[in-house]
């Protein structure tokens, strides 16, 4: 018994062995993406799923990341979170107790992100999520969790600033945001902006996410607002104004954030998306230059041309997110499967990273209220106009100026 026992325990040991040896001898970076691939929040999970796959193939088509003289390919493997923070969680761990991966590309939406974040923490697993935006994941502090789209309390005041300077000069709002984390952020620093840039708030709601919109606008109108100021995701943005419509009452500016700039916002509205504002940091149009890809606009052609849909700048930030990982695997000299030293070299080359991309500059902050989330960008107000993205502040970026006063619905 004895020497069976013997004999079982070693051939453990030269399984073990072995089965180290494979995984040491993989020859390409294992990389997770936990995303909203159904759910509520599906449309803008795919948009992230666009920009991480562009940024796999891309790399692919190279031969992959470059350490030491040897090139490595990356093997995207997802999870689906659900558009539940509880799935994302869920997922996270699967993706690095089963799956081993080297490292995240992180989700959709903020809520699924401050639910994922403690998962990796805990593992020691670094993300990088190139879509959620509220601060209250840097306000944490997650020691492995990074973003490449700025907080949206930076951009959204930037946007609301720029409104508050046309003329006539906006003079009271009405702010609503729906009950998750993204929204109610943006409706938050909307809230603050209009504060701090005199403008009046006549109401201020947060209302259930899916919540018909026809109650609180049908008493907004009665107060007659200036600015009607509106934090929610995808369908919610396109509800707001079909709502504005349905009750006739035109403000003189709507602005929103996200989901203004993703092609699905102009297709389902039409005329009646013109004029709508947005808050953004990146377009097509801007004069950015990196590698991958040289300009902003080749990679907006590049995405046409493979997924027959424009790139906003989710798609474009979470593609940037692939680039930040590509080099700092290269300035960490890491090779596949990470160990855990690895992973802590690699943290430490994120956030001594300092790049030019086509989605512009990324550099991660190391301290203060926006902890790792990209402190490279500056903010851009954008409008619909004529079925188009365009950039309408700041001023020495601007494509066209602001339309403003809105036209009402009725005489489109």
């Known amino acids: ?6 004999i079982s325990l070693s051939m453990l040991f030269v399984f073990t062995l072995s089965f180290g040896a494979v995984a040491a001898d993989r020859n390409y970076f294992k990389v997770g993406v936990v995303t909203s691939l159904s759910g509520d929040l599906a449309t803008g999970g795919n948009v992230t799923k666009r920009g991480y796959d562009l940024w796999a193939k891309k790399i692919n088509e190279m031969g992959g990341i470059e350490v030491k003289g040897k090139k490595y390919k990356v093997k995207l493997v997802y999870a689906d979170a659900q558009s539940e923070p509880s799935q994302g969680a869920s997922a996270a761990e699967r993706l690095v107790t089963q799956e081993k991966v080297d490292f995240v590309l992180g989700p959709y939406s903020s809520g699924v992100t401050i639910a994922t974040a403690p998962v990796l923490e805990k593992y020691t697993v670094p993300m990088i999520t190139g ?3 509220s601060p209250l994941i840097w306000r944490q502090k997650f020691k492995f969790t990074f973003g490449t789209i700025p907080p949206v309390n930076f951009t959204g005041a930037a946007a609301l600033t720029a409104i508050s300077k046309l003329k006539p000069a906006p003079k009271t709002a009405i702010i609503i945001g729906s009950n998750d984390t993204f929204s109610k952020s943006t409706a938050e620093a909307f809230k603050s902006a209009a504060k701090k840039l005199g403008i009046k708030i006549l109401k201020y709601n947060i209302v259930p996410s899916g919540q ?32 504005l419509k349905q009750i006739n009452y035109t403000p ?8 203004v700039t993703e092609p699905a916002f102009v297709e389902a509205l039409g005329k009646n998306a013109e004029e709508v504002f947005g808050a953004s940091v990146w377009t097509e149009t801007l004069p950015l230059k990196g590698f991958l890809w040289k300009t902003a606009k080749a990679y907006a052609d590049e995405a046409v041309k493979t997924y027959k849909v424009p790139a906003d700048y989710t798609q474009a930030a979470s593609t940037a997110a692939g680039i930040a990982f590509q080099m700092a695997v290269q300035k960490a000299g890491v090779i596949p499967p990470l160990d855990k030293g690895e992973r802590e070299a690699l943290i430490k080359a994120l956030e001594n990273l300092d790049i030019k991309t086509f989605y512009g500059r990324i550099k991660f902050a190391k301290s203060g209220e ?18 188009k993205v365009v950039v309408v502040a700041p001023k020495d970026e601007a494509q066209a100026k602001a339309k403003y006063p809105m036209i009402p619905w009725n005489k489109r």
């Open 131 to 133: 879509s959620a935006e």
């Open 212 to 243: 018909d919109l026809i109650p609180f606008l049908s008493a907004a109108r009665a107060l007659r607002p200036d600015i009607i100021a509106f934090g929610g995701h995808d369908e919610e943005l396109i509800n707001l104004v079909k709502a």
């Open 252 to 259: 003189k500016a709507l602005i929103m954030h996200y989901g």
């Open 370 to 387: 926006f902890y790792h989330s990209n402190s490279g960008l500056h903010p851009i107000t954008v409008q619909i106009q004529n079925g």
């Open 1 to 6: 018994m004895k020497k069976f026992l013997m």
